[in-house]
């Protein structure tokens, strides 16, 4: 994600939102900041967009290391550490997004 990206700004706000309802019962969210020019203040901007999740900054090693450098990209990982979905979508409140933290918690 990159604070700069139109469609990541659409998605943090929801995805945010989806974090604050379920954290309760352990989902997290880290997100992954690409590509800021050196002008920007990505922390500003997260703040004003209301997003409450861990987001690195300035993480254009980790996004390589995890080869997701294209647009936003998004990984749900159960609780073994296991990769049980990625989608680029940005409609965080998508029945499917719930659906998938809802088995990642064990909550179904």
Known sequence: MGTWCSYCQLLQPDLDALYRKYQGSGFAVLGISIRESLDADPEKTLKALGVSFKTAVNGDNIAKNL??????????????????????????????????????????
């Open 67 to 108: 080869m997701c450098q294209a647009r936003q990209l998004l990984l749900f990982i159960d609780r073994k550490g296991e990769l049980i979905w990625k989608t680029h979508s940005t409609n965080a409140l998508s029945a499917e997004f719930e659906a998938y933290i809802r088995l990642i918690l064990y909550l179904d």
